[in-house]
């Protein structure tokens, strides 16, 4: 079965530096990837993807992720953290060929101070 | 376009007392889905359909019902609750493809004392 593992339950950082959300997963085939944000009390939204296009992928507000097939990682990053970046962030993935569902990491919660 | 809506917002149940969430999409997708947040565990998922009429089981289905009657809304059902369900429920809708974004409605928040 698949699974997907982010390191570190919570992450602080200081306004303008670099954010690094980790993601691991574990699949003999490479799945889709996904980086939601979850920001307090709502749903989920997309940041980015990973579909088997380009492996560095852009997302929303500066984000983007570079997917490392021999490393199976998915890593979300950000050149400069600003304080509305503040939310849970959650790392999942899809199986080739299923019906799109989601298998979730158990999410990291970014601090972000002044 | 409301995109996807949840009722109740918020819910609390005695044990053994049943109740029905309302997940709505107006974005005319094929597949929805139900998920629980729990802290600590990310998203899991519940059950899901693949269009109307049609249901199946997740991750974690016991305890749950599910009901797809219009392509619109997927109902979840909890027949007799358990404490151990008190969580925040999530549905989302997608696409009929395996690379499309799920979209995720507000969430219900349910306890159950």
């Known amino acids: 079965a698949q699974s997907v593992t982010q390191l570190g339950s919570h992450v602080s950082v200081s306004e303008g530096a670099l954010v690094l959300l980790r993601c691991n997963y574990s699949?003999?085939?490479?799945?889709?990837l996904f980086w939601y944000v979850q920001y307090p009390n709502q749903g989920l939204q997309l940041l980015l993807k990973y579909t088997s296009a380009a492996t560095l992928v852009k997302g929303i507000n500066g984000f983007e992720a570079e997917f490392k097939k021999s490393e199976t990682s998915f890593h979300l990053t950000k050149p400069s953290a600003h304080m509305s970046d503040a939310a849970e962030y959650f790392c999942a993935v899809s199986e080739r060929g299923g019906y799109n569902k989601l298998i979730f990491g158990a999410g990291t919660r970014l601090a972000v101070h002044p | 376009n409301a995109g996807v809506t949840q009722t109740p917002k918020f819910r609390v149940l005695k044990t053994g007392q049943s109740m029905t969430l309302l997940c709505a999409q107006d974005m005319n997708h094929e597949y929805m889905y139900w998920y629980r947040q729990d802290p600590g565990m990310g998203l899991r998922l519940i059950h899901y359909s693949v269009g109307e009429g049609t249901t199946a089981k997740g991750e974690v289905p016991d305890g749950y019902n599910v009901s797809r009657l219009k392509k619109q809304n997927f109902l979840l059902g909890l027949e007799s609750a358990a404490p151990s369900q008190t969580s925040v429920y999530f549905c989302a809708s997608s696409q009929r493809t395996t690379t499309d974004t799920q979209y995720f409605g507000p969430g219900t928040r349910l306890t159950v004392l």
């Open positions: 699949s003999s085939v490479p799945p889709y």
